[in-house]
Protein backbone atom coordinates (compact mmCIF):
# COMPACT_ATOMS: atom_id res chain seq x y z
CA UNK A 1 0.00 0.00 0.00
CA UNK A 2 1.17 3.27 -1.07
CA UNK A 3 1.63 6.36 1.74
CA UNK A 4 -1.37 8.67 1.91
CA UNK A 5 -0.06 11.86 1.59
CA UNK A 6 -2.49 14.42 3.31
CA UNK A 7 -2.38 18.25 4.15
CA UNK A 8 -3.98 18.29 6.88
CA UNK A 9 -2.63 20.17 10.20
CA UNK A 10 -5.28 18.87 12.91
CA UNK A 11 -4.77 15.59 11.44
CA UNK A 12 -0.66 15.65 11.22
CA UNK A 13 -0.09 17.46 14.46
CA UNK A 14 -3.11 15.71 16.63
CA UNK A 15 -2.55 12.15 14.91
CA UNK A 16 1.10 12.36 15.68
CA UNK A 17 2.26 8.88 17.50
CA UNK A 18 5.68 7.53 17.98
CA UNK A 19 5.82 4.49 15.78
CA UNK A 20 8.20 1.66 16.40
CA UNK A 21 7.27 -1.26 13.81
CA UNK A 22 6.98 -0.09 10.02
CA UNK A 23 6.28 -1.65 6.79
CA UNK A 24 9.46 -3.20 5.71
CA UNK A 25 8.41 -3.26 2.15
CA UNK A 26 8.09 0.63 1.92
CA UNK A 27 11.67 2.33 1.01
CA UNK A 28 11.28 6.04 0.75
CA UNK A 29 13.42 7.18 -2.15
CA UNK A 30 16.59 9.20 -1.37
CA UNK A 31 14.98 12.22 -3.19
CA UNK A 32 11.74 12.25 -1.28
CA UNK A 33 13.70 12.19 2.13
CA UNK A 34 15.70 14.98 0.62
CA UNK A 35 12.24 16.66 0.05
CA UNK A 36 11.14 15.97 3.61
CA UNK A 37 14.28 17.37 5.20
CA UNK A 38 14.48 20.53 3.01
CA UNK A 39 10.72 21.10 3.44
CA UNK A 40 11.96 20.70 7.68
CA UNK A 41 14.63 23.19 7.16
CA UNK A 42 12.27 25.93 6.39
CA UNK A 43 11.95 26.17 10.56
CA UNK A 44 13.85 28.89 11.93
CA UNK A 45 17.41 28.98 13.70
CA UNK A 46 19.29 31.51 15.61
CA UNK A 47 20.85 34.05 13.54
CA UNK A 48 19.59 31.42 10.94
CA UNK A 49 22.69 29.60 10.86
CA UNK A 50 20.61 26.03 10.62
CA UNK A 51 23.11 24.22 12.83
CA UNK A 52 21.39 20.75 11.65
CA UNK A 53 23.22 18.24 10.63
CA UNK A 54 22.17 14.75 9.44
CA UNK A 55 23.16 11.66 8.91
CA UNK A 56 20.50 9.42 7.02
CA UNK A 57 20.94 5.92 7.77
CA UNK A 58 18.89 3.74 4.84
CA UNK A 59 21.23 0.94 4.34
CA UNK A 60 21.73 -2.78 5.75
CA UNK A 61 25.30 -2.00 6.78
CA UNK A 62 24.50 1.61 8.14
CA UNK A 63 21.53 -0.08 9.83
CA UNK A 64 24.10 -2.88 10.48
CA UNK A 65 26.44 -0.16 12.36
CA UNK A 66 23.92 1.51 13.99
CA UNK A 67 21.96 -1.66 15.84
CA UNK A 68 24.64 -1.91 18.68
CA UNK A 69 24.19 1.50 19.33
CA UNK A 70 20.83 1.99 19.73
CA UNK A 71 19.54 -1.63 21.72
CA UNK A 72 16.63 -0.08 23.24
CA UNK A 73 15.14 0.84 19.82
CA UNK A 74 15.94 -2.05 18.25
CA UNK A 75 12.25 -2.65 16.37
CA UNK A 76 12.96 1.01 14.97
CA UNK A 77 16.09 0.55 13.72
CA UNK A 78 15.49 -2.91 11.90
CA UNK A 79 12.13 -2.07 10.50
CA UNK A 80 12.05 1.48 9.47
CA UNK A 81 12.93 2.49 5.65
CA UNK A 82 16.04 5.07 7.45
CA UNK A 83 16.88 6.21 10.97
CA UNK A 84 18.07 9.94 10.53
CA UNK A 85 20.85 10.68 13.40
CA UNK A 86 20.73 14.45 13.79
CA UNK A 87 23.85 16.33 14.90
CA UNK A 88 24.53 19.86 15.43
CA UNK A 89 27.48 21.48 13.84
CA UNK A 90 29.75 23.18 16.58
CA UNK A 91 31.40 24.85 13.72
CA UNK A 92 28.50 25.91 11.87
CA UNK A 93 29.99 29.63 11.44
CA UNK A 94 31.90 28.33 8.38
CA UNK A 95 28.85 28.60 6.49
CA UNK A 96 27.52 31.75 7.97
CA UNK A 97 28.62 33.98 4.30
CA UNK A 98 27.82 31.69 2.15
CA UNK A 99 24.26 31.59 3.76
CA UNK A 100 24.08 35.65 3.57
CA UNK A 101 25.27 35.51 0.08
CA UNK A 102 22.58 32.73 -0.75
CA UNK A 103 20.25 35.53 0.56
CA UNK A 104 21.51 38.86 -1.19
CA UNK A 105 21.44 36.55 -4.28
CA UNK A 106 17.73 35.88 -3.97
CA UNK A 107 16.76 39.24 -3.26
CA UNK A 108 16.05 38.68 0.44
CA UNK A 109 18.86 40.86 1.99
CA UNK A 110 20.80 44.23 0.20
CA UNK A 111 24.13 44.11 0.62
CA UNK A 112 25.03 46.41 2.92
CA UNK A 113 22.47 44.32 5.45
CA UNK A 114 24.90 41.10 4.90
CA UNK A 115 28.40 42.66 5.64
CA UNK A 116 26.48 44.97 8.79
CA UNK A 117 24.63 41.18 9.43
CA UNK A 118 28.48 39.38 8.93
CA UNK A 119 30.44 41.38 10.99
CA UNK A 120 27.21 41.05 13.94
CA UNK A 121 26.60 37.53 14.09
CA UNK A 122 30.67 36.55 13.78
CA UNK A 123 30.84 39.09 16.88
CA UNK A 124 28.58 37.25 18.62
CA UNK A 125 29.51 33.89 17.95
CA UNK A 126 33.03 34.77 19.64
CA UNK A 127 31.36 36.10 22.49
CA UNK A 128 29.48 32.71 23.20
CA UNK A 129 31.62 30.50 26.01
CA UNK A 130 31.47 26.17 23.89
CA UNK A 131 28.25 25.74 25.99
CA UNK A 132 26.06 28.43 25.01
CA UNK A 133 26.60 27.83 21.49
CA UNK A 134 26.24 23.89 21.91
CA UNK A 135 22.77 24.80 23.59
CA UNK A 136 22.06 27.43 21.00
CA UNK A 137 22.95 24.13 18.38
CA UNK A 138 21.11 21.83 20.13
CA UNK A 139 18.23 24.03 20.21
CA UNK A 140 17.90 24.67 16.64
CA UNK A 141 18.49 20.89 15.44
CA UNK A 142 15.68 19.70 17.96
CA UNK A 143 13.04 22.25 16.18
CA UNK A 144 13.69 21.31 12.72
CA UNK A 145 13.68 17.59 14.03
CA UNK A 146 9.93 18.40 15.40
CA UNK A 147 9.33 20.24 12.06
CA UNK A 148 10.43 16.87 10.03
CA UNK A 149 8.19 14.28 12.03
CA UNK A 150 5.05 16.78 11.14
CA UNK A 151 6.66 16.99 7.38
CA UNK A 152 7.03 12.95 7.29
CA UNK A 153 3.57 12.63 7.86
CA UNK A 154 2.17 14.65 5.77
CA UNK A 155 4.43 12.45 3.33
CA UNK A 156 2.34 9.71 4.50
CA UNK A 157 5.04 8.17 6.91
CA UNK A 158 5.45 8.10 10.81
CA UNK A 159 8.39 8.84 12.88
CA UNK A 160 9.66 8.11 16.74
CA UNK A 161 12.45 10.08 18.16
CA UNK A 162 15.04 8.47 19.85
CA UNK A 163 17.10 9.89 22.92
CA UNK A 164 17.97 6.59 24.03
CA UNK A 165 21.54 5.64 22.30
CA UNK A 166 24.81 5.37 22.68
CA UNK A 167 25.70 9.63 22.42
CA UNK A 168 29.40 9.23 22.53
CA UNK A 169 29.53 6.60 20.01
CA UNK A 170 27.47 7.86 17.09
CA UNK A 171 29.16 10.52 15.50
CA UNK A 172 32.24 8.25 15.09
CA UNK A 173 30.48 5.14 13.93
CA UNK A 174 29.61 7.17 10.94
CA UNK A 175 33.00 8.63 10.22
CA UNK A 176 31.76 12.02 11.55
CA UNK A 177 34.15 14.45 13.64
CA UNK A 178 32.99 13.73 16.78
CA UNK A 179 34.56 17.01 18.47
CA UNK A 180 32.63 18.90 15.50
CA UNK A 181 29.04 16.72 14.96
CA UNK A 182 27.37 16.83 18.67
CA UNK A 183 24.10 14.28 18.84
CA UNK A 184 20.79 15.38 19.55
CA UNK A 185 18.41 12.71 18.65
CA UNK A 186 17.63 9.39 16.31
CA UNK A 187 14.74 9.74 14.24
CA UNK A 188 13.29 6.55 12.73
CA UNK A 189 10.91 6.99 9.49
CA UNK A 190 8.84 4.71 7.59
CA UNK A 191 5.90 3.21 7.03
CA UNK A 192 3.56 2.72 10.65
CA UNK A 193 2.70 -0.71 10.54
CA UNK A 194 1.40 -0.19 13.98
CA UNK A 195 -1.27 2.34 15.48
CA UNK A 196 1.26 3.80 18.33
CA UNK A 197 0.00 4.22 21.84
CA UNK A 198 -1.61 7.13 22.85
CA UNK A 199 -0.09 8.90 25.89
CA UNK A 200 -1.70 11.18 28.42
CA UNK A 201 -0.65 15.30 28.87
CA UNK A 202 -0.01 17.45 31.54
CA UNK A 203 -3.15 19.96 32.15
CA UNK A 204 -2.82 23.05 30.58
CA UNK A 205 -2.67 24.44 34.26
CA UNK A 206 0.00 22.12 35.34
CA UNK A 207 2.09 23.82 32.65
CA UNK A 208 1.21 27.21 32.27
CA UNK A 209 1.90 30.31 34.44
CA UNK A 210 0.25 34.06 33.48
CA UNK A 211 1.80 37.09 34.36
CA UNK B 1 -9.54 41.83 10.91
CA UNK B 2 -10.05 38.44 13.03
CA UNK B 3 -7.08 35.83 12.46
CA UNK B 4 -7.83 33.26 9.45
CA UNK B 5 -7.71 30.12 10.64
CA UNK B 6 -6.35 27.57 8.26
CA UNK B 7 -6.06 23.74 7.94
CA UNK B 8 -3.53 23.94 5.46
CA UNK B 9 -0.56 21.84 6.86
CA UNK B 10 1.81 23.34 3.41
CA UNK B 11 1.02 27.16 3.51
CA UNK B 12 1.70 27.09 7.58
CA UNK B 13 4.79 25.29 7.82
CA UNK B 14 6.27 26.93 4.41
CA UNK B 15 4.74 30.26 4.86
CA UNK B 16 6.02 31.13 8.82
CA UNK B 17 7.86 33.58 9.03
CA UNK B 18 9.66 35.31 12.02
CA UNK B 19 6.96 38.37 12.54
CA UNK B 20 8.62 41.41 14.68
CA UNK B 21 5.70 43.40 14.29
CA UNK B 22 1.80 42.90 15.04
CA UNK B 23 -1.60 44.24 14.96
CA UNK B 24 -1.66 45.40 18.75
CA UNK B 25 -5.86 46.18 18.40
CA UNK B 26 -5.36 41.70 18.47
CA UNK B 27 -5.92 40.46 21.68
CA UNK B 28 -5.35 36.74 21.86
CA UNK B 29 -7.84 35.60 25.43
CA UNK B 30 -6.11 33.41 27.46
CA UNK B 31 -8.83 30.58 27.12
CA UNK B 32 -7.18 30.54 23.19
CA UNK B 33 -3.87 30.47 24.16
CA UNK B 34 -4.42 27.62 26.26
CA UNK B 35 -5.94 25.74 23.63
CA UNK B 36 -2.96 26.61 21.94
CA UNK B 37 -0.44 25.56 24.18
CA UNK B 38 -2.83 22.63 24.78
CA UNK B 39 -2.41 21.12 21.23
CA UNK B 40 1.42 22.30 21.04
CA UNK B 41 1.51 20.04 24.05
CA UNK B 42 0.75 16.49 21.73
CA UNK B 43 4.70 16.91 21.07
CA UNK B 44 6.80 13.96 21.94
CA UNK B 45 8.82 14.35 25.14
CA UNK B 46 11.39 12.15 26.39
CA UNK B 47 9.49 8.90 28.32
CA UNK B 48 6.87 11.19 28.23
CA UNK B 49 8.16 13.75 30.93
CA UNK B 50 6.68 16.49 29.31
CA UNK B 51 9.25 18.87 31.16
CA UNK B 52 8.08 22.21 29.56
CA UNK B 53 6.53 25.20 31.38
CA UNK B 54 5.47 28.31 29.94
CA UNK B 55 5.35 31.77 31.44
CA UNK B 56 2.74 34.03 29.67
CA UNK B 57 3.39 37.43 29.48
CA UNK B 58 0.24 38.87 28.44
CA UNK B 59 -0.43 42.36 30.82
CA UNK B 60 1.31 45.63 31.00
CA UNK B 61 2.86 44.75 34.03
CA UNK B 62 4.50 42.10 32.58
CA UNK B 63 5.28 43.63 29.24
CA UNK B 64 7.13 46.01 31.64
CA UNK B 65 9.21 43.75 33.72
CA UNK B 66 10.31 41.97 30.47
CA UNK B 67 11.36 44.43 28.13
CA UNK B 68 14.33 45.29 29.76
CA UNK B 69 15.53 41.87 29.80
CA UNK B 70 14.72 41.63 25.75
CA UNK B 71 16.04 45.05 24.78
CA UNK B 72 17.19 43.97 21.07
CA UNK B 73 13.68 42.16 20.37
CA UNK B 74 11.89 45.53 21.84
CA UNK B 75 9.43 45.54 19.21
CA UNK B 76 8.27 42.34 19.36
CA UNK B 77 7.85 42.91 23.20
CA UNK B 78 5.60 46.01 23.18
CA UNK B 79 3.22 44.60 19.73
CA UNK B 80 2.75 41.39 20.04
CA UNK B 81 -0.38 40.09 22.29
CA UNK B 82 1.69 37.91 24.34
CA UNK B 83 5.28 36.41 25.21
CA UNK B 84 5.57 33.15 25.99
CA UNK B 85 8.85 32.57 28.17
CA UNK B 86 9.75 28.57 27.62
CA UNK B 87 11.35 26.84 30.78
CA UNK B 88 12.52 23.53 31.05
CA UNK B 89 11.61 22.04 34.21
CA UNK B 90 14.16 20.24 36.47
CA UNK B 91 12.40 18.70 38.68
CA UNK B 92 9.86 17.01 36.05
CA UNK B 93 9.88 13.88 38.00
CA UNK B 94 7.55 15.22 40.39
CA UNK B 95 4.89 14.80 37.99
CA UNK B 96 5.82 11.56 36.29
CA UNK B 97 3.34 9.00 39.03
CA UNK B 98 0.98 11.58 37.94
CA UNK B 99 1.09 11.39 34.16
CA UNK B 100 1.45 7.51 34.29
CA UNK B 101 -1.99 7.59 36.84
CA UNK B 102 -3.66 9.86 34.39
CA UNK B 103 -2.63 7.43 31.37
CA UNK B 104 -4.19 3.98 33.22
CA UNK B 105 -7.19 5.94 33.50
CA UNK B 106 -7.57 7.40 30.61
CA UNK B 107 -6.78 3.56 29.01
CA UNK B 108 -3.45 4.31 27.39
CA UNK B 109 -1.97 1.76 30.09
CA UNK B 110 -2.43 -1.42 32.13
CA UNK B 111 -2.11 -0.69 35.89
CA UNK B 112 1.15 -3.24 35.59
CA UNK B 113 3.32 -1.01 32.76
CA UNK B 114 2.48 1.98 34.86
CA UNK B 115 4.13 0.19 37.78
CA UNK B 116 7.05 -1.25 35.64
CA UNK B 117 7.53 2.10 33.72
CA UNK B 118 7.70 4.64 37.05
CA UNK B 119 10.24 2.16 38.09
CA UNK B 120 12.07 2.35 35.20
CA UNK B 121 12.04 6.12 34.49
CA UNK B 122 13.14 6.96 38.27
CA UNK B 123 16.14 4.96 37.55
CA UNK B 124 16.79 6.19 34.57
CA UNK B 125 16.28 9.76 35.89
CA UNK B 126 18.32 9.04 38.95
CA UNK B 127 21.01 8.08 36.82
CA UNK B 128 21.65 10.94 35.03
CA UNK B 129 24.19 14.00 35.54
CA UNK B 130 22.25 17.40 35.85
CA UNK B 131 24.23 18.65 32.66
CA UNK B 132 22.12 15.43 30.95
CA UNK B 133 19.26 16.00 32.25
CA UNK B 134 18.98 19.60 31.39
CA UNK B 135 19.91 18.72 27.64
CA UNK B 136 16.99 16.33 27.42
CA UNK B 137 14.75 18.81 28.85
CA UNK B 138 15.88 21.42 26.84
CA UNK B 139 15.50 19.13 23.44
CA UNK B 140 12.11 18.23 24.44
CA UNK B 141 10.96 22.29 25.36
CA UNK B 142 12.17 22.85 21.76
CA UNK B 143 10.20 20.21 20.27
CA UNK B 144 7.34 22.03 21.94
CA UNK B 145 8.19 25.25 21.14
CA UNK B 146 8.44 24.50 17.03
CA UNK B 147 4.88 22.62 17.36
CA UNK B 148 3.84 25.85 19.05
CA UNK B 149 5.04 28.24 16.36
CA UNK B 150 2.70 25.91 13.73
CA UNK B 151 -0.54 25.70 15.51
CA UNK B 152 -0.51 29.64 16.18
CA UNK B 153 -0.52 29.48 13.08
CA UNK B 154 -3.44 27.37 12.27
CA UNK B 155 -4.83 29.69 14.64
CA UNK B 156 -4.66 32.70 12.28
CA UNK B 157 -1.32 34.00 14.57
CA UNK B 158 2.24 34.43 14.06
CA UNK B 159 5.46 33.97 16.09
CA UNK B 160 8.83 35.18 16.59
CA UNK B 161 11.34 32.88 18.30
CA UNK B 162 13.77 34.92 20.52
CA UNK B 163 17.00 33.57 21.78
CA UNK B 164 18.55 37.27 22.69
CA UNK B 165 17.51 37.86 26.19
CA UNK B 166 18.60 38.30 29.92
CA UNK B 167 18.62 34.46 30.31
CA UNK B 168 20.08 34.59 34.14
CA UNK B 169 17.40 36.89 34.87
CA UNK B 170 14.00 35.47 33.38
CA UNK B 171 12.71 33.17 36.24
CA UNK B 172 13.28 35.53 39.12
CA UNK B 173 11.79 38.68 37.20
CA UNK B 174 8.49 36.73 37.27
CA UNK B 175 9.00 35.07 40.16
CA UNK B 176 9.74 31.10 39.42
CA UNK B 177 12.64 29.28 41.03
CA UNK B 178 15.52 30.22 39.16
CA UNK B 179 17.27 26.88 39.76
CA UNK B 180 14.33 24.99 38.45
CA UNK B 181 12.83 26.46 35.64
CA UNK B 182 15.55 26.72 33.05
CA UNK B 183 14.58 29.35 30.21
CA UNK B 184 15.15 27.90 26.44
CA UNK B 185 13.43 30.68 24.48
CA UNK B 186 11.05 33.25 24.15
CA UNK B 187 8.69 33.14 21.73
CA UNK B 188 6.05 36.40 20.72
CA UNK B 189 2.42 35.82 19.51
CA UNK B 190 0.03 37.91 17.89
CA UNK B 191 -1.73 38.79 14.84
CA UNK B 192 0.89 40.09 12.11
CA UNK B 193 1.23 43.24 10.66
CA UNK B 194 4.21 42.95 8.33
CA UNK B 195 4.79 40.23 5.54
CA UNK B 196 8.14 39.41 7.42
CA UNK B 197 10.96 38.85 5.99
CA UNK B 198 11.86 35.79 3.44
CA UNK B 199 15.11 33.59 4.47
CA UNK B 200 17.67 31.31 2.61
CA UNK B 201 18.34 27.81 3.85
CA UNK B 202 21.50 25.41 3.04
CA UNK B 203 21.02 23.16 0.25
CA UNK B 204 20.31 19.74 1.62
CA UNK B 205 23.27 18.40 -0.50
CA UNK B 206 25.61 20.66 2.68
CA UNK B 207 23.24 19.32 5.57
CA UNK B 208 22.91 15.28 5.12
CA UNK B 209 24.99 12.53 4.86
CA UNK B 210 23.93 9.24 3.50
CA UNK B 211 24.88 5.83 5.33
Do not use: C
Request: net charge negative.
Amino acid sequence: MQPTKTNDFNEIVLGRRSIRSYDQSVKISRDELSEIIAEASKAPSSVNLQPWRFVVIDTPEGKETLTPLAKFNKMQVETSSAVIAVFADMQSQEYLEGILTTAVEQGFMPQEVKDRQLKTVTGLLAGMSHEQLKEMNVIDASLISMQLMLVARAHGYDTNPMGGYEKDKIAEAFNMDKERYYPVMLLSIGKANEEGYSSSRLDVNQIVEWR
